[in-house]
């Protein structure tokens, strides 16, 4: 018979399918930021001026 987590572990599995979906998220809008600002500051972040 399978027997039912408990609380903590229940709030332990939701952490662990949600922090992939945090971690994809924080990649995603880190490079879409770094993908805009290079596109309307295209030299900026190689060659910055003096």
Known sequence: MVQKPT??????LRYLSLAPVLAVLAVVI???T???FNF????LLFH???
Not at 7 to 12: C, I
């Open 7 to 12: 609380q903590q572990q229940g709030y332990f």
């Open 30 to 32: 880190a490079f879409s």
């Open 34 to 36: 770094w993908a805009i």
């Open 40 to 43: 309307v500051f295209p030299d």
């Open 48 to 50: 910055p001026m003096p």
